[in-house]
């Protein structure tokens, strides 16, 4: 039997069209007529991106850009597994990187029984990959199953379709914008607030389901246009960790494959694991997790992810409506800071009137407030009369509590006033000796900004910031404990600026 190769398949796809080329290769195969050393079910999903893009479906840059990566896969499937519900389904399917993972993760022996007593369900709107994924199941288990398997190819927010009962689900579910809806959609408030398809997935998957482990972007955790899924998500109960995009990112991961070359920025992904144990309300969090890529293998391990889980379920209501992503030993520091604060940032600020202070609107590894209006493009100026109070906005910028707190809630590219208008202040808890040691600290900085601008080129622009040393970082959050009466060492707090899991080196990126 002669080898089929790439040049065979683009061949056959200009014959006869990537519908009938995959059926050929997939039925030849299952019926061993087929001998390739490239097309093997590892390599399909790749494969089938080459053959979309030859025929202009999809551009080179959108190539399988956040297709999931087997290692990501593999912790989504060890979280499931323990996870009641009979039936297995993959949502949003594709050629089927998530299932074909869960099936490995069981064993051969669990993956056949429920191959062949008809548990596996598989859902997706793309046919070629729909059959892809079936097919692939049915050559790694036995070709005896194909017809076990339930594949529907559908629309999968369509309301006539519905998950079976007794279900458990993984899925990472297409990320688009929702510019219309579709003709036969249930239209929740989860859609029409959010208008991301992708959380129209969650809220069907979590509401028709035992349990499920979704990969989906990390928005729905704290932007406001998702709170109605959040308060979905309140009658449920699991945890949630999400990742940061930089330096490592976790959709860039496909080392494995021999064709791809995917290196872009992408989103910044979360995964929910809806476990919906007895008794228990809402989801547990992980910090924003910032891992160096040569950290990835150490930290996509189910029990150093556990690890990082704080212990509070966390639900969401009118008072409190995004969830927060919190380092376990850094809970204790927040709920003092929080509950000794005594008003919101947007209170000591006035629109028009007093000292100008400038704010970056970028910030990787730290927040810059400054005296000095900053030559560059994103930038926020607010206004502050009182001096001291202006001084106890400037420490609150260049601290730590300020970067934390975007981290906290936002953690994206931009901070957004939002943000800072509701970080929580504690002014009112100074006395008058810690005010002068305020004053001094926040003028012997202002004096000190033109020793440590750093200018980073953004778009073919020089854009200047601030890099103060970190001894100034220190001695505000220093004094800052000391008013709110923390008794740990500020060094605890050296995490949250790190660019790396297991260490705490600041990162040197500076916007
Ligand atoms: C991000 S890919 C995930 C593929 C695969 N599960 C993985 O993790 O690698 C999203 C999948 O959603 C499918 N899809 C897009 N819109 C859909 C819809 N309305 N209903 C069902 N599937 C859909 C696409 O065809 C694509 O296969």
């Known amino acids: 039997m002669k080898k089929y190769t790439l040049e065979d398949y683009i061949a056959d796809i200009d014959k006869m069209g990537l519908k009938d080329t995959w059926h050929s290769i997939l039925s030849d195969t299952l019926n061993n007529k087929f001998d390739s050393d490239t097309f093997t079910v590892e390599n399909y999903g790749e494969l089938y991106e080459i053959g979309l893009e030859h025929v202009n479906k999809i551009s080179k840059k959108e190539m399988g850009k956040y297709y999931t990566p087997r290692d990501v896969a593999e912790v989504m499937s060890n979280w499931l597994k323990p996870l009641k519900g ?15 993972s869960y099936l490995d993760v069981v064993g051969k022996q669990a993956a056949t029984e429920l191959i062949s007593s008809g548990k596996i369900y598989l859902f997706d709107l793309d046919e070629i990959a ?9 050559i790694r288990y036995g070709k005896e199953y194909l017809r076990k398997i339930h594949a529907k190819h559908c629309d999968f927010l369509d309301k006539n379709i519905r998950l079976p009962r007794n279900s458990k689900v993984i899925s990472n579910p297409p990320y688009y914008k929702i510019v219309e809806y579709g003709n036969n959609w249930k239209i929740t408030k989860v859609i029409s607030d959010s208008k991301e398809l992708y959380s129209a997935f969650i809220e069907k998957i979590i509401t028709q389901s035992d349990t499920s482990v979704i990969i989906t972007p990390y928005s729905f955790i704290g932007s406001g246009k998702f709170y109605s899924l959040r308060k979905i998500m309140n009658k449920y109960n699991g945890f949630v960790v999400s990742f940061d995009n930089v330096p490592g990112n976790i959709f860039n991961g496909r080392k494995h494959g021999i064709f791809n070359s995917n290196k872009g920025n992408s989103v910044r992904a979360a995964i929910t694991v809806v476990e919906n144990r007895e008794n228990f309300k809402g989801f547990k969090f992980s910090p924003l997790i910032r891992f160096k890529t040569e950290e990835r293998k150490r930290m996509l391990n189910n029990k150093v992810l556990d690890n990082l889980i704080n212990d509070r379920y966390q639900t969401v209501d009118y008072s409190k409506k995004a969830f927060y992503k919190c380092h376990k030993d850094l809970l204790n520091i927040l709920d003092i800071w929080e509950c000794k604060s005594t008003k919101k940032m947007n209170k000591l600020l006035n629109t028009t009137r007093g000292t100008e202070l400038y ?6 590894y730290f927040t810059v407030g400054s005296k000095r209006n900053l030559s560059r493009d994103g930038k926020r100026i607010i206004h502050i009369s009182d001096k001291s109070i202006y001084n106890y906005v400037y420490c609150m910028m260049n601290s730590t509590f300020a970067y934390w707190y975007w981290r906290l809630y936002d953690g994206g590219i931009n901070c957004p006033l939002t943000i800072i208008n509701s970080i929580p202040i504690f002014y009112d808890l100074f006395d008058k000796e810690q005010i002068s040691r305020l004053n001094k ?15 980073k080129v953004n778009a073919g622009k020089k854009q200047e910031n601030i890099k103060f040393p970190k001894k100034y970082r220190n001695e505000i959050n ?5 008013v709110l009466d923390i008794k740990e060492d500020i060094s605890i707090l050296d995490k949250i600026h790190s660019s790396s899991l297991f260490s705490e080196s600041e990162g040197d990126v500076c916007e």
């Open 359 to 364: 704010l970056p609107t970028t910030c990787r």
């Open 441 to 455: 600290i926040a003028e012997e900085m202002q004096t000190k900004e033109k020793d440590y601008l750093v200018y």
């Open 130 to 138: 729909l059959e892809i994924c079936k097919y692939s199941i049915a």
């Open 478 to 482: 220093k004094l800052f404990f000391e």
């Open 86 to 100: 009979e039936n297995v389904c993959d949502v949003a399917c594709g050629s089927g990187n998530l299932i074909l």
